[in-house]
């Protein structure tokens, strides 16, 4: 495994470097098709917060487990 290849995925919360509990499924739809997921991860402190940001503008689409994350 490369050095620079995290381990397990890591929160996308800026500067944030814990491990990724939930995946929060979004997507724009000015930009992508209805059916288009996008993927955040997020840490437990994080979810809320991340979670707020994409609901406020309408782009959140579901959180899950991020073991229950599709591979890709």
Known sequence: MSD???A???CSAK?????ATWGLRWNNPKLHTP????????????RESLGDFLGARGFLREVVPADEL???
């Open 35 to 46: 059916e288009r997921r996008k993927t955040w991860l997020a840490c437990e402190e994080h």
């Open 8 to 10: 397990r995925p890591t």
């Open 4 to 6: 620079d290849v995290p």
């Open 70 to 72: 599709p591979a890709d």
């Open 15 to 19: 500067g944030c470097t814990a491990p």
